[in-house]
């Protein structure tokens, strides 16, 4: 019965020290996922950033391309009327000095 007893005890101990080990363990792995958590937080939080200034370039970039395609167009507009002026107002003849003076120049 004393042997039972030692056994019992012994048995009990182990148990005990499975249950610290388990607890070790357990603690070591909830701070791991704490951690890792901590990290993914603020990686998320600065690909939400970058996705938000991605975005926000992305806006102006098509406000400047929307811009210059005003003026462009405003430019090819000017274009034709000075076209039109020339052709209507100006004779051939002196178009084609004008024209020649100003590549022999160049």
Do not use: C, W
Request: net charge neutral.
């Amino acid at each position: 019965e004393k042997r039972k007893a030692e056994e019992m005890k012994e048995s009990l101990k182990k148990k005990e020290e499975q249950t610290k080990e388990a607890k070790e363990t357990y603690q070591t792995l909830e701070a791991e996922v704490e951690s890792t958590t901590k990290m993914l937080t603020k990686l998320f939080n600065k690909l939400q950033k970058a996705e938000k200034d991605m975005k926000d370039l992305q806006d102006v970039h098509r406000q400047e391309i929307q811009e210059l395609t005003l003026k462009l167009e405003s430019i090819q507009r000017d274009l034709v009327i000075k076209q039109l002026i020339i052709n209507n107002f100006i004779p051939l003849t002196d178009q084609v000095s004008v024209l020649g003076s100003s590549q022999s120049t160049t």
